[in-house]
């Protein structure tokens, strides 16, 4: 029990913890999930770390709505390189949820997550509608300063090892 407190204590000390602002201005969206003309940007915000983890998501984004589509069909995905979604946080997010009108509209938050990472580090950023107004035509736009600041932390060497030796000592215990 000692042996089990005092790696945890140690592991979670060896964990650097980072953020890093991404820049999603002129990101449009187009057309319903999966289409093809919706825009993805794709970022390396842990320099291709492995086992990294976003914590925690901050943003302020102006989503500029074109013709009669609504602030509210607008969703921002992330996702990883295979494009699978690790954690328990859901991989869209609504920032306009309620406001079913067009226009232009500031929002401004911050929420937590735990996005894991695959080891290439690549975090992936779409944008696309819940409804599609007009096919293939730019339904919604976000505008000059719209960005989200991702803090996340990367296990230093030193915790890997560690929490490789508590697996180590945890399956000779059990024998």
């Known amino acids: 029990m000692k042996t089990t407190s005092?790696?945890?204590?140690?592991?979670?000390?060896?964990?650097?913890?980072?953020?890093?602002?991404l820049d999603l201005s002129g990101l449009?969206?187009?057309?319903?999930d999966g289409d093809l003309s919706n825009e993805t940007r794709i970022f390396h915000p842990t320099g291709g770390a492995p086992f990294n983890v976003i914590l925690t998501i901050?943003?302020?984004?102006?989503?500029?709505?074109?013709?009669?589509?609504w602030l509210s069909e607008v969703v921002i995905r992330f996702g990883n390189s295979d494009g699978t979604f690790h954690g328990f946080w859901p991989d869209t997010f609504t920032p306009g949820l309620g406001n079913d009108f067009a226009g232009t509209q500031r929002y401004v938050g911050s929420f937590q997550t735990d996005i894991h990472l695959n080891p290439?580090?690549?975090?992936?950023?779409?944008?696309?509608?819940?409804?599609?107004?007009?096919?293939d035509a730019v339904d919604a736009v976000l505008l000059d300063?719209?960005?989200?600041?991702?803090?996340?932390?990367?296990?230093?060497?030193?915790?890997?090892?560690?929490?490789?030796?508590?697996?180590?000592?945890?399956?000779?215990?059990r024998r």
């Open 145 to 173: 300063g719209s960005m989200i600041r991702l803090g996340y932390f990367i296990p230093a060497p030193s915790a890997t090892m560690l929490l490789g030796m508590g697996g180590l000592l945890a399956a000779r215990r």
């Open 58 to 69: 901050d943003y302020d984004i102006t989503i500029e709505t074109v013709g009669s589509s």
């Open 120 to 135: 290439d580090g690549e975090f992936h950023v779409s944008l696309f509608e819940s409804f599609d107004d007009v096919s």
């Open 28 to 32: 449009q969206s187009w057309d319903l």
């Open 6 to 21: 005092t790696l945890v204590l140690c592991s979670s000390l060896a964990f650097t913890t980072h953020a890093e602002v």
